[in-house]
């Protein structure tokens, strides 16, 4: 009898060993536990941007436009920056909105703090300084964007000039009734203003210019009109349909 007491007190106070794979050394901070997909999203964008080299040429997308540049994605998880000071000498700052699609060049590249610094690739072929466009010469432009007010027009200029809705030709309500992005126009120069970098065209005097010669020349076959002259004519014959509802 008193041996059986004396094993089962021996088995209440034997000690319980811990699995070596459980134990830890006192006072050993426990790792935190990272998802492996985690880890692979982060090794992925790292490396992303280490990949961008300066001089790079990549498309990406403006995300937002503030008064010191232009904030473009171009899908390595962190927007670069181009400066203003890019976006004038590309002749945009004063176009270039939210949603754009451009063409960037990597300048610098900060993996660490995850900055990247853009510029805008200027072409081979230099612009144009404003300070030797001459107002009322005749150019050859090609429309790049429509507003509810204009087109914006590259004539090979440091800026795009704009032309005013009111400019394009009468009972015309918006640019999209007659010109539609890539067409290629003649307009003459307005105005240019150095200090604000403006360029101002019209299209009115020209328009009126190539009846006078058309009828001049009176020629017997018949005028086959162009585009243009079409999609005038039908904004003319739907303001007048528009006023006559009125009366």
Same mark, same amino acid.
């Given at each position: ?5 004396? #094993? ?28 492996k997909?985690?880890? #692979? ?55 270039i ?17 995850h900055? *990247? ?28 964007? !429509? ?15 704009? !032309? ?12 999209s ?21 403006r ?24 005028? *086959? ?23």
């Open positions: 009898m008193q041996d059986e007491v004396s #094993t089962a007190v021996q088995a209440q106070v034997q000690p319980t060993v811990e699995p070596p794979e459980a134990a830890s050394t006192a006072g050993e901070a426990v790792p935190e536990t990272v998802s997909s985690e880890t #692979t999203e982060k090794e992925k964008q790292r490396l992303t941007l280490e990949a961008l080299k300066p001089g790079m040429q990549v498309k990406g997308k403006v995300r937002s436009v503030v008064e010191f540049g232009a904030f473009v994605d171009i899908g390595v998880g962190r927007d670069g920056l181009v400066h203003v000071s890019s976006l004038k000498k590309a002749g945009v700052d004063k176009t909105k939210v949603g754009d699609e451009i063409e960037v060049a990597v300048r610098r590249v900060d993996p660490e703090e900055r *990247i610094s853009l510029i805008i690739p200027l072409p081979k072929e230099a612009k144009i300084p404003l300070r030797e466009l001459r107002v009322g010469s005749v150019v050859t432009g090609k429309v790049v964007r !429509l507003v509810d007010f204009g087109a914006f027009v590259d004539i090979g200029a440091q800026v795009d000039a704009l !032309l005013h809705v009111s400019q394009i030709g009468g009972y015309v309500n918006h640019p009734q007659v010109l539609k992005v890539g067409d290629e126009i003649r307009v003459r120069i307005n105005e240019v203003d150095v200090r604000k970098r360029v101002s065209l019209t299209m009115r005097d020209l328009e009126e210019g190539a009846k006078e010669a058309a009828s001049e020349k009176a020629k017997p076959e018949e005028h *086959i009109p162009t585009a243009f002259e079409v999609a005038l004519e039908k904004a003319r014959l739907e303001s007048r349909r528009r006023r006559t509802k009125r009366l």
